[in-house]
């Protein structure tokens, strides 16, 4: 069993009470896609303020709402194409808040080197979510692996964040 296994099979309980409640108060699913991006805005500018432990914390917030949007949605039949296509848009946003975030940090505190590794990350991970978007309607049977997918992306930006020690993250 791995270690992310695990790690599900302990949340999975936690969550599926949380998606049932969310689902109870009729909330849509993509106001939760939305607060997750509004989250991460706030993470964004804890980073960008150099408080990466506070944003690594903001980070693990959002990270909630993000794993319990689709489950909502599905949960309460409100599965959408377009909520399929808004969550995965405001991932993006997200993702590129949080790195602009730093790009903000890190010229703030003159680390050229730095700055430009955000900027290569920022590259690395719009590349990868369009690759991948790309392969599923071009050659959909070569499509089923990835690599740095979002959730690793944010596990990484997470650990990044609370120790303080994001230039090897990115």
């Known amino acids: 069993m791995t270690f992310s296994r695990v790690i599900g099979d302990v949340c999975k309980p936690i969550i599926l009470w949380i998606v049932r409640g969310l689902a109870l108060s009729r909330i849509h699913p993509n106001v939760l896609t939305f607060l997750g ?3 991460n805005i706030g993470a964004a500018w804890l980073l960008a303020v150099g408080q990466f432990r506070w944003a690594g914390a903001v980070i693990i917030g959002a990270g909630l709402f993000d794993m319990v949007d689709g489950r909502v949605a599905r949960e309460t039949n409100r599965v959408t194409r377009f909520g399929g296509f808004f969550d995965s848009v405001l991932d993006r946003y997200s993702d590129l808040a949080l790195l602009v975030g730093l790009l903000v940090w890190y010229g703030s505190i ?16 719009v590349m990868v979510s369009y690759t991948r978007s790309r392969s599923e309607n071009c050659i959909p049977s070569l499509c089923k692996v990835g690599f740095m997918e979002r959730p690793e992306r944010v596990v990484l930006m997470i650990i990044g964040a609370l120790s303080e020690r994001m230039p090897p993250v990115l």
Do not use: H, S
């Open 110 to 125: 003159n680390r050229f080197f730095y700055v430009v590794l955000t900027a290569a990350a920022m590259t690395g991970c």
């Open 37 to 39: 991006l509004v989250i």
